[in-house]
């Protein structure tokens, strides 16, 4: 009897793990990628030859009539999960996901000026990059996007701070925030070639002592728009960064892009951007910068290249940084 009962509940797991692996689609992809790098003449490069391997899990299954996704980006040779989303497809009503680092909401539209290969800020030097907008980051955030009458919303919240362990607390400072982003294409207007994306977002500043004409969120704006004509787009961004205290300083950022397709293969661009920090106690600031990129895809093989220059770099008068990058990758 006992032999019998242990050759039903094999049985029965068996099954089990067959309805579940049947359940999901898993996938696997990658790509490894070598770089050379060098910087300005005031630093040192060290070796300029690097590599890293990026590796994507990615799995879907129907869940009650609906389609369930998760995706587990590594990057930088297995040094640890990078990036992680969890998302459910309801159909009509839009996709709801949460997500550990994918980027959700007005992140997503922070540049989206054309380029070949890397944004014109990538790989300079600064704390931060000025200017980019997103309140609600890519970590520990709930994403809701949907799609209507050509428009699509992507909004973005979370709870508490940005930073989240992986048991589901909050660690760290910070407040609440939440943003979103509107993008569309020409279409509805009759205008082909057309695309355009706007924003908007805020964060809780917490509770602080409150003086005259001082608020206590931080608020972010940004719009921009594509135009296609063949082979050539050209680009505007706008955004605006108010940081909602009387000794915080407040930037606007505009930027333009132009990017061609020579042929199926090559592609070249060209971008500069400006941004501005309103110092509430010392002069204004304009930060200046350009870049130049190309790149060139052979099947599964790509060599881009990137040339960066800025000055009065992260709100600092007189200084100057630039960044060149070869990078030769292998998509498998």
Do not use: C
């Not at 990026?54 to 998760?70: C, I, Q």
Request: net charge negative; proline share 1%; no cysteine.
């Amino acid at each position: 009897m006992d032999n019998l009962k242990k050759v039903g509940l094999t049985a029965l797991a068996g099954s089990l793990a067959a309805v579940s692996a049947n359940a999901a689609e898993m996938s696997v992809s990658g790509a490894s990628v070598l770089t050379y790098t060098t910087e300005d003449t005031t630093e040192v490069t060290g070796n300029p030859f690097g590599m890293k391997t990026n590796l994507s899990f990615t799995a879907s299954g129907d869940v009650n009539g609906m389609t369930v996704s998760y995706m587990q980006t590594s990057k930088d040779q297995f040094a640890g999960m990078s990036s992680a989303r969890l998302s459910i497809d309801m159909g009509d009503m839009g996709v709801l996901a949460f997500d550990q680092g994918s980027g959700s909401g007005l992140a997503t539209i922070d540049d989206k000026t054309p380029t070949a290969a890397e944004e014109i800020w990538d790989g300079l030097d600064g704390l931060t990059v000025g200017g980019l907008v997103g309140t609600a980051g890519n970590s520990g955030v709930f994403n809701y996007i949907r799609t209507i009458g050509g428009v699509t919303f992507n909004g973005a919240a979370r709870r508490g701070s940005g930073a989240s362990s992986t048991d589901g607390s909050s660690s760290g400072g910070g407040q609440s925030a939440w943003d979103f982003a509107l993008t569309g294409s020409g279409e509805m207007i009759g205008v082909d070639g057309l695309s355009w994306g706007a924003g908007y977002g805020t964060s809780d500043g917490g509770q602080q002592t409150v003086t005259t004409g001082q608020e206590s969120d931080t608020e972010h704006f940004t719009g921009f728009l594509n135009y296609s004509m063949g082979p050539v787009t050209i680009g505007y961004q706008e955004s605006h960064i108010d940081t909602g205290s009387v000794g915080g300083v407040n930037n606007t950022t505009e930027a333009f892009g132009i990017a061609v397709a020579v042929n199926e293969n090559l592609s070249i661009s060209y971008g500069e951007r400006d941004v501005e920090y309103s110092n509430p106690s010392a002069a204004d600031v304009i930060e200046s910068g350009e870049g130049i990129a190309v790149s060139y895809t052979m099947g599964s093989m790509k060599i881009a290249g990137n040339r960066n220059e800025v000055a009065n770099n992260d709100n600092s008068a007189g200084t100057n940084d630039e960044m060149t990058e070869i990078a030769v990758s292998f998509a498998f």
